[in-house]
């Protein structure tokens, strides 16, 4: 790959911020010890750092002068004697070059760098407004929102990136569904993910895996991932995806834990994955994303109708939310550095109060160059369902017996990532099958 | 596995304190957001917290009244909206018993049960100073000093969960040598090693992994891991452990990258071996730590002599210390719940400000209990070497010109953790083989 765009991200974040003066100073993360212990986190580099800089190491800062264009990146000084234990770093020409920077100092002479370019204004970030308060500053808001905003739009670089952290990851992804069998603990399947996608170049998980089999994939939040997969009529869940060159992936499939899915998973599955093929075939430019969250809604709906869990008519089910009770949460949200990244409500959208909408990440047209998950799901989860069946205005199109018929399929979702194009969307996640003859043909695979 | 003996590890901190009254008052950790974001970094507990508690989820406290011996556990109150993401959590009686407490409240009532106890003065930690600023508190040093000398001493519990880290490390390192090939790349090695572990149980990798084949192994904190194993006559140094049970493992291995050491490799290796089973060997109640280091340092100093790399008399080399040129880091630590556990150096104790011993990170008497790594190393470092050579006093025992014949090797290192019992010690480490034989056969088998 070539070099991390990183001043092309100076550039377009600066267009955003509407001066024609002034420089933009950030600093990166730092090592992050343990309380009263000398074991260090696993360093992950501020986002917008990295955005601005394609550094992932610690103690880095950056600079722009907008008024000259110029990117200068401040690389920490490593002494003699801490070389002897970490080995020579490259020189800052080596630094200034690798990352496609137009100065490279050391973070020692930021002070005198930034007194040479006398600057009207400098922008900063909120967490970096203490380190900065030496300079005249513009509001730490500023510079967050036009990062934010730059950050929502991704160049070649990043959607190649994220391809990539795409695919390592739908082959563990695969991988586990050929070889995953009854007996097996949660655990040794989020093991066996991290370690495919670690030795593949990823840095670390992007967020943390969820292995929920039967009735766990009914806590949405499940990250225990201590039991057996002791019953082959269950069906498991895995939401896990590798972070790879600092970008995520996000990623969720659900698949029998014997060689096939029983009738009752294999209708709500279908369900599931009909909301999803006509989701992801209705992103496109200029489409608002709360109508995707709708649509697949109404997908939900139709075929909820037509096993028997709801009964009335479509229009009153969707006038009174009630799919949201089954997918709790929203279709999706936009991803990149971060797993759940930023600008999914751009100022003066607020999130709509209705059961699932009011977890949806992201309202806001779509446009090309966005990234997004598509995820829906379907889960009967317990608490949830009492109280549908405790507000009669959603009651009244719920047939409970037949939902207990259903419990025990726990919960389903199907997740890919997908980039917005000029004429409609790009499935990063093409590589990991998701039909169920497929599925099931893997899954016969890990018992033949 | 029993409960986790939270509880007397409270009795045994108290004894520590000297203190007949008075309440000790410890907060757990909470989880950490990283910047800008809503991406939670691992959940690692605070390691004095863990040992009062045995908890390993974030949010909670505990409390322990030294007079009446009462420890009561504060655990945070899940709402019925938080419960329907993250499930039903255990009620407060099921945490008082699986962590063996006598009381357990929420965290919001400590204040209340507190003031219950009417305590004369409250230990806390210096982590947990401000939020204990409320009540009459000990210096905090007092309760620190404590907690981190009862952590020396670890019970048949502390020592069980010890041996299975290393049993599961131990199997990792195996699968290692036995799948490893020349062309892998040393990520691949780690992913592979931390997908071990997590799969049998481990949280998480006990600090950051070294894989380091060639030269890099003598950069002695090599984190980069992006190096392919494209020479068969490297030898590659993985230093990796998982942490079970909250408790660290940490291992050494080094072997050829082809099916067998060149003779160079050998030579070294074989150095080392000695060095490692001779102080495993000596290791036992009474004797000092220290020596230890020294005793490593003379079976190298022999070895060192006998393939020419030093010259001259054995008391002379080791009145000079010039091993430490060669092992530039200290025989070992001491490991529990942190991988440098706390405790290496009691109070009055200070470091010997010469090569090699002045990063040994323990200096004390062995006693039953104490848990050791014992991890003697030879390495071709350039820039100590370089050291070594502008300092007459020690250059004149070294032949660099037989050094550059070695300096292929890079470096190697042996580690293995050993308790210290009644009658000597217990290899914790004893399935992780490290014996020529032992080695060639696994690399064999990973090209048959």
Redesign the interface.
Known sequence: MTTYPAKQHFVATAARLGADTGVILVYG?ET?I?????????F?Q???FYYLSGVAEPGFAAAYDIGTRTAILFVPHVS?DE??????PPSLEEYRAAHGFDAAHYTKDISEVLGALKPSVVFT???NASACNAYSLAPVEKL?AAVHEARVYKDDYEIEVMRRANQISSAAHVTLMREARQGM?E???????????????CSYEA??SIVAKGRNAA????TKNNMALDDARDVVLVDAGGTFGNYASDITRTWPVGPKFTDNAREIYSIVLDMQKTVIEACAPLKQWEDMHMLAARVAAEGLLRLGILTGDIASIMANHVVGYFM?HGIGHLIGI???D?GGYPAGTERINKPGLRYLRARRQMQPRMVFTVEPGLYF?D??LAEAQATPSVAQFIDFDVVKHYRSVGGVRIEDNIVITESGNDNLTSECPKEIADVEALRASAYA
């Not at 343990?34 to 074991?39: A, K």
């Not at 806590?219 to 499940?222: I, Q, S």
């Open positions: 993360s992050l343990h309380p009263d212990s000398d074991t260090e986190y696993e992950h501020n986002s917008n003699a070389a002897v234990w970490i080995g020579v970030l909120p967490e967050r603990i655990t040794e399947l989020r093991g066996r993910f991290v370690g495919l996608v670690l030795a593949q170049g967020y943390g806590v949405l939040h499940y709790p971060d797993t759940h930023v989860v608490a949830i």
